[in-house]
C-alpha cells in the first residue's frame, strides 16, 4: 500500500502533493513502482497534529478525486480519512478501500457508508487522539488490549452491515504507543491475525524507526524496510509504505528466499 499525503503538514511527504496534477502523478508513479493500492489522504495523524475540518479535508481531496474520475484509475485507491462525507467522495471515483484511523469512532455515518457501497474497510488502533496520543501511553498488556479493541470494533463493523471478508485490522504502529508498545506489537502480530482478518501494518519512517536508528524522517528508509520484512515475516499482509520501489523489491526477495512467490 503506497502512501499519498495531499496535506501541507504530513510527517514525511506534507506539502509535496498538494496540487492534484501532483497528486495524481504521484499515483501513476505508485503504480508504476508496484505497489497493489495507493492510500490517499488528507489529513495528518501524526502526532501532536490538530484535526482538519472536513470542509478542509473536501478542498484537499476533491479535484484529486474528480482527475481520477476524468481520466481513470492509475491502480485501486484507498482513501484515509475517518469521515463519511470525504470516503463517499472517494468512493463515488471508484476507491475500493476506506482506511479509518478511528477505526469507526470518529464520524457514526462511516460505517454505514461503508456496508452500504460493499466497500472495503481498514479498521486501525489509536489511544486517545493524534494531539495528545503520545502523551505518556499506558497499557497492561498491549497486545492483548490491542487484539481486544480491533476485535470489539469489528464486531461494531459487523453489526453496521459491513461484510467480514471485507475488513482489515490494523495494530496503528506509533499511534499512542512508545517503542516497546510498538516492538511489542510487531512480536505480536500473530495474536493479531488470530482475529481472522488481514493485518495492515505501517512503520515507514515512523518515529520508532527514527528512535532505533538516530536517523531523521527522511533517512529512515533501510530501518523502514527492516521492519515492514519483519512485520510481513509475522503475519502482515499489506504493508504501508513511502518508498514503494524499494518495499516492493524489498517483499519480493525476501518472499522468493522464503519459498513464496
Ligand atoms: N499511519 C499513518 C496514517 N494512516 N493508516 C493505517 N491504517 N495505518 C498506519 O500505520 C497509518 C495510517 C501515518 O503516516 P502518514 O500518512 O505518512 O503521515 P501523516 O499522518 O502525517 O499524514
Redesign the pocket.
Known amino acids: 500500500m503506497g502512501?499519498l499525503?495531499v496535506?501541507p503538514?504530513?510527517?514525511?511527504?506534507?506539502g509535496r502533493f498538494l496540487d492534484p496534477e501532483s497528486a495524481y502523478a504521484r499515483m501513476r508513479e505508485i503504480a508504476r513502482q508496484g505497489a497493489a493500492i495507493c492510500?490517499v489522504?488528507a489529513?495528518?495523524?501524526?502526532p501532536g497534529?490538530v484535526p482538519v475540518p472536513l470542509e478542509e479535508e473536501l478542498r484537499r481531496l476533491a479535484p484529486v478525486f474528480s482527475l481520477v474520475r476524468e481520466r481513470g484509475l492509475p491502480l485501486p485507491l484507498s482513501v484515509?480519512t475517518s469521515k463519511a462525507p470525504v470516503a463517499a467522495v472517494a468512493l463515488e471515483a471508484g476507491a475500493v478501500l476506506v482506511?479509518?484511523?478511528t477505526a469507526g469512532r470518529g464520524d457514526p455515518a462511516l460505517l454505514p457508508l461503508v456496508a452500504e457501497r460493499g466497500a472495503a474497510l481498514?479498521l486501525?488502533h489509536m489511544r486517545g487522539d493524534?494531539r495528545t496520543m503520545q502523551d505518556d501511553p499506558r497499557y497492561g498488556d498491549v497486545v492483548a488490549e490491542v487484539r481486544d479493541f480491533l476485535a470489539a470494533r469489528l464486531e461494531e463493523a459487523l453489526a453496521a452491515g459491513v461484510r467480514e471478508e471485507r475488513v482489515?485490522l490494523?495494530p496503528?504502529?506509533?499511534?499512542g504507543k512508545t517503542l516497546e508498545h510498538n516492538l511489542a506489537l510487531l512480536a505480536g502480530l500473530p495474536a493479531l491475525a488470530a482475529l481472522g482478518r488481514p493485518l495492515?501494518?505501517?512503520?515507514?519512517?515512523?518515529g520508532m524507526i527514527g528512535a532505533l536508528t538516530g536517523r531523521a524522517t527522511g533517512d529512515r528508509l533501510a530501518g523502514s524496510l527492516a521492519a515492514a520484512l519483519a512485520a510481513v515475516a509475522r503475519g502482515a499482509a499489506v504493508v504501508?509504505a513511502?518508498d514503494v520501489r524499494e518495499t516492493v523489491d524489498a517483499l519480493a526477495v525476501w518472499s522468493a528466499v522464503q519459498g513464496g512467490t
Open positions: 502512501v499525503n496535506t503538514d504530513s510527517f514525511s511527504d506534507g492510500d489522504g489529513e495528518s495523524t501524526r497534529a484515509d482506511n479509518d484511523v481498514c486501525m493524534p482489515l490494523d496503528g504502529i506509533g499511534f495492515v501494518v505501517g512503520v515507514s519512517r515512523k504501508r513511502h
